[in-house]
């Protein structure tokens, strides 16, 4: 759950609402529960405005990792709330990966974190740890090269929004970007 300590350490107004919720599922199974989560959120009266599914490829199969891209494509054009999907193709950890430099080879998701973790090192004077409450904040003077970097990743793959490549056939990329500058338009 990567993903979920990274996501609630964003300094988003009082006004503003962030819920994340760490589901630990596959991709078409994150995807299920995620509208659960809205639709009780409806039901609360407390609706939310956008979802966001934030996902890896890892080891699920290309077929998975495609069809939960197009089941939040299909929800976004038939729900209330605005559906996205910040997905990492192979692992959340290629966002933290590009704070330091602009990669286009593939890696598999274990050398991303081993050379996340030399980088983070060498800069940061610390290695990687999975669920490190501190690493939005260690990254976020390097978060505007991250922005560039993977949006240059994604027009080069022709992944949505820059193109109609699925997901599984952009590696390394990652679409975490739209959603970091989603809520640092919050933050301004």
């Known amino acids: 759950m ?15 609402q962030v819920a994340v919720h760490g589901e630990g599922k596959n991709t078409t199974s994150l995807v299920a ?48 709330e605005l559906w996205q999907a910040a997905w990492s193709h192979q692992a959340f950890e290629v966002w933290y990966l590009l704070h330091f430099q602009y990669f286009d080879g593939q890696l598999h998701r274990h050398h991303v974190q081993k050379r996340l973790g030399d980088l983070l090192a060498k800069h940061c004077g610390r290695g990687y740890r999975k669920n490190d409450p501190y690493l939005y904040e260690l990254l976020l003077s390097r978060q505007p090269t991250a922005l560039q970097h993977a949006l240059r990743l994604a027009r080069t793959h022709g992944v949505t929004p820059h193109g109609t490549t699925p997901p599984a056939d952009a590696n390394p990329c990652t679409q975490v970007y739209r959603l970091v500058e989603a809520l640092n338009a919050e933050i301004r």
Do not use: I, M, S
């Open 2 to 16: 990567t993903e979920v300590r990274y996501f609630e350490a964003f300094p988003v107004p009082k006004q503003v």
């Open 33 to 80: 529960a995620a509208v659960k989560h809205a639709d009780r959120a409806r039901e609360d009266d407390v609706p939310f405005d956008e979802v966001w599914l934030v996902y890896d490829h890892d080891d699920f199969g290309a077929d998975k990792f495609n069809r939960a891209a197009q089941e939040v494509d299909a929800l976004d054009a038939t729900r209330d």
